[in-house]
């Protein structure tokens, strides 16, 4: 972010001040702005007394003040924001905010914000303990941990100087709290924030400062390309006026304890006090020249011995600051007999000792007292490096606790405060003998996969010598050992391959390949004998991308493929069996649910393409995988289980087994037969027995009603007649129903003969509206019936059984009455359409295709309004087809049905017969 001290008021802000006056009289007043209502702004939280929170969390400061004069300037509100610094950028690099103050300008910064013109300047000086000495640049920072502050601009500049070891913190005062607390000793920090917290913390006499690393300059900045909002923002602040600017300074800077007017009383005074000091001086003159003469040299004596203890006593603390900030754990031990004379703080941190507890101590405490890890051996090395031969081993060491962790160890002679002494350096490597321990298991444990794999496995040049290979390869190639083939073989594809040429085109499939390519391979032993092998290969890349060398496994399947070929001449002859079966055959793998076999009638049904597809995605079995055993069966164990087939719809009877195929898998061969003619019979019954039962029972009833009540009781004529003709039209009722079943049973037979006679249509279709016109006096029967009607193939009785279904029909389902019409036209010399249309109840679209199934009716439950069996309109269909013909139906849900019926005309020239239904 920034830098140090603000050099405020003085000659530089004073030129700074007139620059700016000078700059607005020659402008003139800024232009008129077309402000938005408010602007957010975001800035650092922690930086006195720029801007800061008080006591109770709010912001206030030198910056927080011109904003608020900057509203009055603009008459815009500006909605002020603070965060610690790398916290203030990220939300305004988001979008969150329209304007960020105590900004710094970097070259990386300029990539993403506009910036106004500087308006302070702030000085960037390190700090460092009063102990630590040689710090003038970023240069003498190296080696040392600094402080600095996340997203600080003097974390660049420390780097761009080499400085790579930063610790970061939160915010300013963060930093300070650390150096009061010892965790850090040098820090960078913006001088005005600085001084602020170490007065505050009240340890600013503990630190001393360097020359600025750089001075720095406070910017405001939008995002980039806003230039709009900038000029905005500048035009509001070049409104304040130098004076305003000053007094808000004065407020957080404060001014002199006296002014520059002294009270006229005070100036007398002083020129009193003035002439008695000068009468004073004559008089002591002569004395003093006498006593200085005397302690000059004393106080010259004095300043040279307090120079000298205060260069050792900052010697002294240089040296213990230094002893304790280094990461290594330090020991200094006697020369002679090895005990521990100081250890540093890291040496108390690892082993839990206190300094002088670690002094009182034997190097066995600090050992796991397991050979070669005794007081014994460190005697030893410690013998080494008083001699003058520097020592580097590992040490397995032991806590104060008992832990146990390893630790490297550098032994010298040194010599400490004017005395030789043995220097000791202990770094923790607990970590780093546990990745090497780790990585050693890993490299032994693919060691032994690599040499006892049951397959072959090989790294190779592209040319043809074998680089590395495991035990199994070699003895598949009748070779005694990795050594023996390796040298044996200079050209494998000439030496091994039996056809070369098989390898140049694996090799040309795995350079164009991410991974492992395959192929089946005739190899050549050093016998001579042959085998055949799955061969994986890969290409392996250099870092450049160029090919470094061939690995791959290779896989002996000799046995396999006579396997195979056993299993393939086997197949063919179960094959044969399978094909001449007038039932569905399929065999499927118990493992993996593919197919392997599906005869010729199941090809037939299922289509090709069938081989190594999973079953359920063929058979269609209605299940996400039905090819499996039903829940609760054993393996081995016959079942026998019905399904629907979803791709062809059809009901289908499963007999299954699991067996051993002639390969030696488990698998399942299943025995298919169609039964959906069988389900749909079962189906049939059913509905005829509910809805036989149905309407025969509801004549029954009626008529043993009627009849009972006559034999009861006496009625007139009139009624008696009634009542008889209600049981009289319920008896035609169960007649028609038995018609109709009769007819059903024998509506196979109706194919008519190709001899058959033409029958003339006029005469039944007249016949048939006076039926009807008779017999309900609710509805009116039309006729719209052409004269030319051709003549069609089919008999009288048939045609009235057509007429009658249909027109009782449009009778029965138009229950408020209305008109029925019976029509009939002749549609050229090829066919003739009846139809009959009510003004019935109609039907809705889903249920047309089904009306002409057997036993089908709309309405279908038992409180039903409308009787009947559902056979009418199935014998309808029967009857049209067999004709020739066909049958369909046009129907509005509430405004009725129309029924058409389309049969062949006769040929021209055919004799022409006419009947009559009765």
């Given at each position: 972010m920034r830098a140090g001290n603000a050099r405020l008021p003085g000659l530089s802000v004073l030129v700074w001040l007139m620059l700016a006056v000078g700059s607005v009289c020659l402008a003139g007043p800024p232009p008129p702005l077309t402000p938005p209502p408010v602007i957010k702004v975001v800035m650092d939280n922690n930086y006195p007394p720029f801007a800061f929170k008080d006591s109770e969390g709010h912001l206030q400061g030198i910056l927080i003040d011109q904003w608020r004069l900057w509203e009055q300037k603009t008459g815009i509100r500006a909605e002020i924001h603070g965060y610690d610094w790398d916290e203030a950028r990220r939300r305004m690099e988001a979008g969150e905010f329209d304007v960020i103050d105590t900004i710094f300008f970097t070259e990386r910064r300029s990539r993403i914000?506009?910036?106004?013109?500087?308006?302070?300047?702030?000085?960037?000086?390190?700090?460092?303990?009063?102990?630590?000495?040689?710090?003038?640049?970023?240069?003498?920072?190296?080696?040392?941990?600094?402080?600095?502050?996340?997203?600080?601009?003097v974390i660049d500049v420390l780097k761009q100087q080499g400085v790579s070891q930063l610790v970061e913190f939160n915010s300013y005062e963060a930093i300070i709290d650390a150096a009061r607390d010892q965790k850090v000793v040098v820090f960078a920090v913006d001088r005005p924030p600085a001084l602020y917290y170490l007065y505050k913390k009240g340890i600013y006499d503990q630190f001393r400062q360097s020359p600025p690393l750089y001075s720095g300059k406070f910017h405001r900045a939008v995002k980039k390309g806003n230039t709009a909002l900038l000029k905005m923002v500048e035009q509001g602040f070049a409104r304040i006026s130098p004076t305003e600017l000053k007094s808000i300074e004065q407020k957080w800077y404060g001014t002199p304890p006296f002014g520059t007017t002294y009270p006229k009383y005070l100036v007398a005074a002083a020129a009193a006090a003035v002439g008695l000091v000068v009468l004073l001086a004559i008089w002591t003159f002569t004395l003093r020249r006498v006593v200085a003469g005397k302690t000059a040299e004393l106080v010259r004596e004095i300043a040279l011995s307090n120079r000298r203890?205060?260069?050792?006593?900052?010697?002294?603390?240089?040296?213990?600051?230094?002893?304790?900030?280094?990461?290594?754990?330090?020991?200094?031990?006697?020369?002679?007999?090895?005990?521990?004379?100081?250890?540093?703080?890291?040496?108390?941190?690892m082993s839990g000792y206190s300094r002088q507890e670690a002094c009182s101590i034997g190097v066995e405490a600090l050992s796991s007292g397991v050979p070669p890890y005794t007081r014994k051996e460190a005697i030893e090395w410690m013998r080494k490096a008083a001699q003058g031969d520097p020592q580097q081993f590992e040490w397995h060491s032991k806590d104060r606790n008992g832990r146990l962790f390893w630790i490297e160890v550098n032994m010298r002679r040194a010599r400490i405060g004017g005395q030789d002494r043995i220097l000791v350096t202990a770094r923790d490597i607990s970590g780093r003998r546990r990745a090497e321990e780790a990585l050693r298991a890993s490299e032994e444990k693919y060691r032994n996969i690599f040499e006892y794999a049951p397959i072959g496995i090989f790294q190779s040049t592209v040319e043809g010598r074998f680089l590395y290979v495991n035990s199994t390869l070699a003895q598949l190639y009748a070779y005694d050992s990795p050594e023996e083939i390796i040298a044996a073989v200079k050209d494998i594809p000439g030496q091994i391959f039996v056809r070369p040429e098989q390898r140049s085109d694996l090799i040309g499939r795995a350079l164009a390949s991410d991974g492992f390519v395959r192929g089946e391979v005739d190899y050549r032993r050093s016998d001579g004998s042959l085998f055949i092998a799955n061969l994986h290969i890969r290409v392996v890349r250099g870092y450049k991308g160029d090919v470094a060398f061939l690995e791959g496994f290779v896989e002996d399947i000799t046995e396999r493929k006579r396997a195979e070929d056993a299993f393939h001449a086997q197949f063919v002859q179960i094959s044969t069996i399978f094909d001449e079966l007038s039932v569905i055959v399929y065999v499927v793998d118990a493992a993996t649910g593919k197919l392997i076999a599906l005869n010729k009638y199941g090809t037939a049904i299922f289509g090709a393409g069938w081989q190594g597809k999973p079953c359920h995605d063929v058979i269609h079995c209605g299940a996400p995988s039905p090819c499996v055993f039903p829940a609760g069966e054993e393996p081995g164990t016959q079942q026998t289980f019905a399904y629907k087939n979803t791709l062809t719809g059809r009901w289908y009877q499963c007999v299954r087994k699991e067996i051993a195929w002639v390969d030696g898998r488990r698998v399942h061969i299943a025995v298919t037969s169609d039964i959906t003619d069988l389900k749909e019979m079962v189906r049939m019954k059913d509905e005829l027995l509910s809805i036989v039962s149905h309407e025969i029972r509801s004549p029954l009833t009626a008529m043993r009603g009627y009849t009972e009540f006559?034999?009861?009781?006496?009625?007139?004529?009139?009624?008696?007649?009634?009542?008889?003709?209600?049981?009289?039209?319920?008896?035609?009722?169960?007649?028609?129903?038995?018609?109709?079943?009769?007819?059903?049973?024998n509506l196979k037979a109706i194919v008519p003969l190709d001899g058959m006679t033409p029958l003339a249509l006029g005469p039944l279709l007249e016949e048939a509206a006076a039926l009807f016109a008779k017999r309900d006096s609710r509805h009116r029967i039309l006729k719209q019936i052409s004269p030319d009607l051709s003549p069609v193939p089919i008999s009288a009785g048939y045609m009235h059984r057509v007429l009658v279904n249909l027109l009782s029909n449009a009778v029965k389902?138009?229950?408020?009455?209305?008109?029925?019409?019976?029509?009939?036209?002749?549609?050229?010399?090829?066919?003739?359409?009846?139809?009959?249309?009510?003004?019935?109840?109609?039907?809705?679209?889903?249920?047309?295709?089904k009306i002409f199934d057997r036993f089908y009716q709309v309405d279908s439950s038992d409180r039903r309004v409308f009787s009947g069996t559902g056979l009418g309109l199935a014998l309808v269909k029967e009857i049209v087809s067999g004709c020739g013909g066909r049958v369909w139906v046009e129907s509005t849900l509430g405004e009725g049905s129309t029924?058409?019926?389309?049969?062949?005309?006769?040929?021209?020239?055919?004799q022409v017969r006419t009947e009559h239904a009765g």
């Open positions: 914000y506009d910036f106004s013109p500087p308006y302070y300047t702030i000085d960037v000086p390190v700090f460092f303990h009063r102990n630590i000495s040689g710090i003038n640049n970023a240069t003498s920072l190296r080696g040392f941990a600094v402080a600095v502050k996340t997203g600080d601009a203890a205060e260069e050792l006593q900052l010697s002294e603390e240089r040296f213990q600051a230094i002893f304790d900030s280094v990461n290594d754990a330090i020991f200094i031990h006697d020369l002679e007999t090895g005990d521990i004379l100081d250890v540093n703080r890291r040496m108390c941190e006559l034999l009861e009781n006496s009625v007139d004529e009139a009624e008696l007649r009634q009542y008889l003709g209600i049981i009289q039209s319920e008896n035609m009722r169960l007649d028609e129903l038995l018609t109709n079943l009769l007819d059903l049973k389902y138009s229950p408020k009455g209305g008109d029925v019409i019976l029509g009939a036209q002749r549609n050229g010399a090829e066919s003739v359409t009846i139809w009959v249309r009510d003004e019935g109840v109609g039907m809705p679209p889903e249920v047309l295709d029924f058409f019926v389309s049969l062949p005309a006769a040929r021209e020239g055919e």
